[in-house]
């Protein structure tokens, strides 16, 4: 029995009665500096707005955007979880409105040299989280990195930001292009959607959107879909300088209305009934498994 099954046998033997799982959107972004945490801290703020259960998982190892952004300093880690044995409770900071948090620290390399027991205790942590959260927000980093195309690979819910920027398009497609490779990903179970942001108004994000989903759908055939646009706001400039997510500090500011919109249509019934929920644990044993020197 290879690692990959020992992994999924955990998962199955955690969960022999059917229960809730949390959903597990993933925020990426081709390029840096467009937006994608400020997009994953205020979609947090609005699903919290909507009575849900919400923890951001900063997965940008090596930078701290999403504790900057919300004015907090976490006393440990993921790192102090895989590897002081601390409680999956013990490493979440909670934010403002009650908005759970829990920091990427130095990363998750180095699984391959943990035990089988010890990747097993990792798994039932996580597995915790499905009962502390509805949402678990994964923030990763910029680009096409192994790091990054593993946290895409294993979510079912992928939400990329680009700016009209040609050069944002390019990395955009550059990722989808490498998503589309991997040989683990599968489209089936995956649902793509397109957030433009740093945009004039309704009709810039749309022209953005259709250039990019123009190139995939042609050399790809990749299937994804327009979540929406957030448009050039001082207001989001303002919160960002504050430490606060403009969602808070000026609900009814421009991109404060968009985010709203963007959580309603991501909660809309119809949409939720064909997501394919996977749970903390099921996620991260996928991220796991597929380490190519593990099995």
Not at 8 to 22: A, E, F, Q, Y
Not at 52 to 60: E, F, G, P, Q
Not at 150 to 170: H, K, Q, R, W, Y
Request: glycine content about 8%; some cysteine; aromatic content about 6%.
């Amino acid at each position: 029995m290879d690692q990959a099954e020992q992994l999924r046998n955990v998962v199955i033997k955690m969960n022999p009665i059917p229960r809730p799982l949390s959903r597990v959107i993933t925020v990426t972004s081709g390029k840096g500096g467009v937006g994608k945490s400020n997009t994953s801290i205020n979609l947090a703020c609005q699903f919290k707005k909507l009575g849900k259960r919400v923890i951001i998982l900063d997965a940008d190892f090596g930078l701290a955007n999403i504790e900057i952004m919300f004015g907090t300093v976490p006393k440990h880690n993921l790192c102090d979880l895989i590897y002081q044995g601390k409680d999956i409770t013990d490493i979440i900071t909670w934010g403002p409105m009650d908005i759970g948090f829990i920091s990427g620290g130095s990363g998750i390399a180095g699984l391959s040299n943990l035990s089988r027991d010890y990747l097993n205790y990792i798994v039932q942590n996580l597995a915790k989280l499905d009962a502390i959260a509805d949402i678990i927000i994964i923030d990763t980093g910029a680009g096409i990195s192994d790091a990054v195309l593993d946290f895409l690979v294993a979510s079912g819910e992928i939400l990329v930001v680009a700016t009209p920027e040609p050069t944002s398009i390019t990395d955009s497609y550059s990722l989808l292009k490498a998503l589309n490779r991997h040989p683990r990903f599968s489209r089936e179970d995956s649902k793509i959607m397109v957030i433009a942001n740093k945009v004039s108004g309704a009709v810039e994000g749309e022209i953005m959107y259709n250039k990019l989903n123009t190139v995939v759908n042609r050399y790809l055939k990749l299937p994804t879909s327009y979540l929406g646009a957030i448009p050039q706001d001082f207001r989001l400039e303002d919160a960002v300088m504050q430490q606060m997510p403009v969602s808070m500090q000026s609900p009814n500011a421009k991109s404060s209305i968009a985010f709203e919109r963007m959580a309603y249509v991501l909660m809309d019934k119809e949409y939720d009934k064909s997501l394919v929920k996977r749970g903390m644990a099921a996620f991260f044993s996928h991220i796991m498994a597929g380490n190519k020197k593990m099995g």
